[in-house]
């Protein structure tokens, strides 16, 4: 499988696009004057400590409060192991945080909708091969290393290093990255890990409340420190001043992917060299199209994410179960990918079409599993529910695509429909009605989209002429060319 990193940097956003086999997988967006602030370390204040959901909420300067739960909360060892026992259940947040407190924090999930950013104290600190945990005491190696013998040799070295460091102990989570890596690279990170450390333990304790201590790098240097791995091509980036950047970056902290990375200065855009605008775009549709002639619906709700798959012009071949199961096992590798594209967190609730073989439903299943390995983002899928429903969960850290390129219709307010013209027009003769009732005038004037006008002038002309009738008074209409189709009003004559 060849894989692709492409990069491209404007003076008011950075996108990046990971292309497997020229086919557009996942899409990063970040946009100057919206950063995404996750892994990012503040100095913040409580404001308000909240005993029934044992929790509280921190100001760390930014427009909505922070969210943090009482189990996101460190608990200082005894020396006794009363910070083993305390984690085992949630401790009272009022013996943990006070009003008017301040503390260190550090952002895990971006504000996302109506909900603040989700916080915590207990810290960890991203490098090319490792994240450092200053709280912690275990060494963890990513499950993606499968082979027995390598992890053994990094969890080596990681605690050799770390004892070389004397009184600055802290666990370690060895990323996918760090296979097959020296121990002289892993000891150069680890270093750069406390260097970072000792940053913000300084800035800690002399920035004001609230304010940022420590921010993550920029997208274009994440993608590289993220996301390169080693079935990974090329990393494109159709900026100079960036690719300097990234290179210097690479020179400092990953030289063996110093090949890879190029710059890009041909005069069609990047993305459109591989089609990935035209994804984006279709990445917005509630709609996807099958090859086979099937189709996949997907709605992302506040709760949950609900895709529904569907025939439509696929007749199979040989029979109807055939048609069903072959119709799934497409379905099961579009909505990987979409998930993966679209950036979509949560509860997600998956209607595949019915089947009576045990053996397609678990063939299905596998192939969800199979494709969902290479998501970065991890993945939990629960099986088939007695409703036959696909239940799976995968990790939100970020707005999904659609929340970070789109907001809410304002005609329809998110609903995705609008009242029909019939609807419209009865709830004008209801308005009359009701006003009529109220005030002694001596006729109305309907002010409402041409649309609504031209229904109540033709189809409905006999239902007017009648409430004419029953209340004795003129009705006359005028266009409003800027009103929505449900925007109406009744104005006195």
Avoid: W
């Avoid at 009022?94 to 260190?104: C, F, I, P, T, Y």
């Avoid at 970070?404 to 004008?428: N, S």
Wanted: some cysteine; overall charge negative; hydrophobic content about 40%.
């Amino acid at each position: 499988m060849s894989e692709e990193i492409l990069i491209n940097v404007t003076p008011v956003e950075t996108r990046v696009a990971l292309v497997e086999n020229g086919m557009l997988q996942e899409a990063y967006i970040e946009r100057t004057s919206r950063k995404g602030i996750v892994g990012n370390i503040y100095r913040g204040k409580v404001v308000r400590v909240l005993p029934g959901m044992e929790a509280a909420f921190v100001d760390i300067g930014l427009e909505r409060a922070a969210f943090i739960h009482a189990s996101d909360v460190s608990v200082p060892e005894n020396g006794d192991g009363a910070a083993e026992e305390s984690s085992r259940s949630v401790p009272d947040i009022r013996s943990l945080l006070r009003e008017g407190q301040s503390l260190v924090v550090q952002v895990t999930k971006d504000p996302i909708g109506t909900k603040g950013a989700r916080l915590t104290t207990q810290l960890s600190i991203p490098s090319r091969y490792l994240v450092f945990m200053p709280d912690a005491s275990h060494i963890g190696v990513s499950q993606r290393i499968e082979d027995d013998n390598e992890r053994s040799r990094l969890r080596t070295h990681i605690e050799r290093c770390a004892e070389a460091m004397g009184d600055e102990r802290g666990g370690y989570i060895i990323r996918t990255a760090a296979e097959g890596v020296p121990e002289e690279d892993l000891r150069a990170d680890l270093e750069y890990l406390h260097r970072v450390l000792r940053s913000v333990n300084e800035r800690a304790g002399t920035s004001p409340v609230p304010s940022v201590i420590y921010q993550d790098l920029p997208l274009f240097i994440r993608t590289v420190r993220d996301l390169v791995r080693s079935q990974t091509e090329k990393v494109r980036i159709d900026s100079r001043e960036s690719h300097q950047r990234v290179m210097a970056f690479v020179e400092d902290f990953v030289t063996e992917i110093a090949d890879m990375v190029e710059y890009y200065p041909g005069e069609r855009p990047l993305f459109d060299l591989y089609s990935v605008e035209d994804e984006i775009q279709k990445a917005l549709s509630r709609k996807v199209q099958l090859k086979s002639g099937g189709y996949v619906i997907i709605d992302q709700t506040e709760a949950m994410t609900t895709i529904d798959i569907n025939t439509g012009a696929f007749v199979g071949h040989r029979n109807l179960e055939e048609t069903i199961f072959k119709t799934n096992l497409e379905a099961a590798r579009a909505i990987s990918r979409q998930l993966r594209l679209r950036n979509l967190g949560g509860i997600i609730i998956i209607d595949f079409i019915d089947m009576e073989d045990s053996e397609h439903q678990r063939q299905v299943l596998r192939m969800l599993e199979k494709m969902l390995e290479r998501d970065h983002a991890r993945t939990k899928i629960t099986g088939v529910s007695e409703l036959g429903l696909v239940e799976m969960t995968r990790k939100r850290t970020t707005e999904s695509l659609g929340q970070v390129l789109c907001e809410p219709c304002p005609i329809c307010e998110g609903r995705g429909f609008l009242k029909t013209a019939e609807t419209v027009c009865y709830e004008v003769f209801r308005e009359i009605m009701r006003v009529n009732r109220a005030y002694d005038v001596g006729g109305y004037l309907v002010m409402a989209s041409q649309k609504i006008v031209d229904r109540l002038l033709d189809e409905e002309s006999d239902n007017v002429a009648d409430l004419e009738t029953f209340i004795d008074k003129t009705i006359r209409f005028q266009v409003e060319p800027f009103y929505s189709q449900e925007q109406y009003d009744v104005v006195l004559l």
